[in-house]
């Protein structure tokens, strides 16, 4: 090969080094405890293939939330959790239809590994019915982690979590909350704090 033409790989693969640092973010299941791995290992709901543009990145970010806020925004289908630098991780999420749908300013109240779900007497009206309560699991709707969102002392009722309907990710679907897939809420989990701020912008404002 010239010397050119070594160059122009060499250049070439630089590039693609660059932008691959710049913008994806590893796939790993560093964060994942045993439990994790023996209840994913075979789950009782069917695979779904996440579209590029909601798998995990790393992005720019230059809005004013400080690092280790939390930023949904509900109309491109985003949460980014927001890193030191000007960087934040940018995961795909579903989110609810505009009339069920949280917004506003929240934190984190608490926070929960395989959470049971005590359906509300809402949902048991439109969708049950459902036992009071349905136990943590990789059937459980909650999926592998839950991220509470309260206001003042009070628990909004709406959370980040994960869920055993992966196909929904990128989509407003009835459900209030914010779903993420198992991988990715384990991968949020480890590194959010209880009290840390939630922004959820409303519909019709985009970050």
């Known amino acids: 090969m010239s010397k050119l033409g070594l160059a122009a790989v060499l250049v070439g693969s630089l590039a693609l080094g660059g932008c691959m640092q710049a913008t994806l973010?590893?796939?790993?299941?560093?964060?994942?405890?045993?439990?994790?791995?023996?209840?994913?290992?075979?789950?009782?709901?069917?695979?779904?293939?996440?579209?590029?543009?909601?798998?995990?990145?790393?992005?720019?970010?230059?809005?004013?939330?400080?690092?280790?806020?939390?930023?949904?925004?509900?109309?491109?289908?985003?949460?980014?959790?927001?890193?030191?630098?000007?960087?934040?991780?940018?995961?795909?999420?579903?989110?609810?239809?505009?009339a069920m749908a949280f917004s506003g300013v929240a934190t984190v109240g608490r926070l929960a590994e395989w959470p049971d779900w005590v359906p509300t007497k809402d949902i048991q009206e439109r969708l049950g019915p459902y036992p009071a309560r349905v136990a943590g699991g990789p059937a459980n709707p909650l999926g592998a982690r839950g991220i509470y969102l309260y206001q003042g002392n009070k628990d909004t009722l709406y959370r980040i979590h994960g869920t055993n309907q992966p196909e929904y990710i990128g989509q407003a679907i009835s459900s209030g909350c914010i779903r993420m897939n198992n991988a990715d809420v384990i991968d949020l989990y480890q590194h959010v704090k209880p009290g840390a701020t939630v922004v959820v912008l409303p519909p019709g404002q985009s970050a």
Do not use: C, N, W
């Open 25 to 98: 973010s590893p796939v790993t299941d560093a964060a994942m405890t045993p439990r994790d791995r023996q209840l994913l290992a075979h789950p009782p709901y069917a695979e779904a293939r996440i579209p590029d543009q909601f798998q995990r990145h790393i992005v720019d970010y230059t809005r004013k939330e400080q690092p280790g806020s939390i930023l949904v925004d509900t109309d491109a289908r985003y949460l980014y959790y927001v890193l030191p630098g000007g960087k934040a991780i940018r995961y795909g999420v579903a989110v609810g239809e505009e």
